[in-house]
């Protein structure tokens, strides 16, 4: 028999909250709702490593701070696609009456190119401008070749660990790349199941 005041969750909420070494909100760990992924307290990130929204979230939690719900905003992102949607078929109005204005535009600038062109023909001198040398971009320029000069001089086995070392890198950031690819479209296809079970008749 349920006790009033005191809060029924999953088991789960008891092994994230010790590898979070916090108490963590009970809203998501209610019965019947769907689990937050676990989060391995035993992974550090790097710079440079994927990291899933949920460990900013928990990040923000054991800072102090308070990051809000994360569904409350998908949710409101769901709402401004609804309006917008909306918007469109007044904004199909508008494209007719900028339509017509556009091919007066058109009219009007092929005038003027035609006009330029006859002009054209005269010779004309004018007057050069002085460009600005970007520091900034010299700058990288710079350390780009003094790099480049640096690797032409290393010996071969010191050319061989670089390599690999910046094969390394690469590596890593594009299996980042490819992990928040794929959070993407499973956010994606999780939207689009919650749109489909609204627009359902119930």
Do not use: C
Request: aromatic residues 6%; charged residues 40%; proline residues 6%.
């Amino acid at each position: 028999m349920p006790v009033i005041g005191r809060y029924y969750v999953q088991p789960q909420w008891v092994f994230d909250s010790v590898n979070a070494r916090l108490l963590l909100p009970v809203a998501d760990y209610f019965p019947g709702v769907q689990l937050p992924p676990h989060l391995s307290p035993f992974v550090s990130e790097k710079e440079g490593d994927y990291v899933p929204p949920e460990k900013l979230k928990l990040l923000a939690l054991q800072r102090g701070e308070h990051p809000g719900n994360l569904n409350d905003s998908e949710e409101e992102e769901e709402e401004e696609e609804d309006n917008d949607s909306d918007g469109d078929e007044e904004g199909e109005n508008e494209e007719e009456d900028l339509e017509a204005g556009s091919e007066k535009e058109e009219e009007a600038q092929l005038t003027a190119l035609e006009e330029r062109r006859m002009e054209g023909k005269k010779p004309r001198v004018v007057a050069g401008t002085v460009k600005l040398e970007d520091k900034q971009r010299l700058a990288q320029e710079e350390e780009s070749e003094a790099k480049r000069l640096a690797i032409m001089m290393m010996k071969k086995r010191e050319k061989y660990l670089y390599n690999k070392i910046m094969f390394g890198k690469k590596r890593k950031i594009r299996e980042a790349n490819k992990l928040a690819e794929k959070r993407k479209a499973h956010d994606e296809a999780v939207k689009s199941e919650k749109k489909a079970k609204k627009a359902r008749p119930v």
